[in-house]
C-alpha cells in the first residue's frame, strides 16, 4: 500500500505565502520524479512544477519566479513553496509521485487527495 498525504493548505491574501508539503508511506522501494499539479474550478488539472530524483526542476510559466518545489529524498517528501499568491493560484493542489515498490519493477504513478488553496481579500 502506497499513500501521499498532503498538507500546508489554507486560505491567504493575495501577495500571501504558503507551504505544501506531501509526504509518501507505504511499501516503496525508490521514488523517481515528483510533481505538485493544480486543478481550478471547471477547468483541467494542470502541471504547476515538477523535481526529479536529482533535483532538477521545471514550472508552469504561469508560477515561475514565485513557486518553488523541493524535496527531501530521505523523508520521501516534496515541498511546493507558494510566494506572492494571486487569486488565479486558487485551486486544488494535488501531489503526484513516480512510486517503485520494489526494486527492477517499472514506477508507478501515485497521486494525493488534493489540498484546497484559496487565495482571495
Known amino acids: 500500500q502506497v499513500q501521499l498525504v498532503e498538507s500546508g493548505g489554507g486560505s491567504v491574501q493575495p501577495g500571501g505565502s504558503l507551504r505544501l508539503s506531501c509526504e509518501a508511506s507505504g511499501s516503496i522501494s525508490s521514488i523517481d520524479d515528483m510533481g505538485w499539479y493544480r486543478q481550478a474550478p471547471g477547468k483541467q488539472r494542470e502541471l504547476v512544477a515538477i523535481i526529479t530524483r536529482a533535483g532538477s526542476t521545471n514550472y508552469a510559466d504561469s508560477v515561475k519566479g514565485r513557486f518553488t518545489i523541493s524535496r527531501d529524498n530521505a523523508k520521501r517528501t516534496v515541498y511546493l513553496q507558494m510566494n506572492t499568491l494571486k487569486p488565479e493560484d486558487t485551486a486544488v493542489y494535488y501531489c503526484?509521485?513516480?512510486?517503485?515498490?520494489?526494486?527492477?519493477?517499472?514506477?508507478?504513478?501515485?497521486w494525493g487527495q488534493g489540498t484546497q488553496v484559496t487565495v482571495s481579500s
Open positions: 503526484n509521485a513516480e512510486i517503485r515498490r520494489s526494486f527492477g519493477f517499472p514506477a508507478y504513478n501515485y
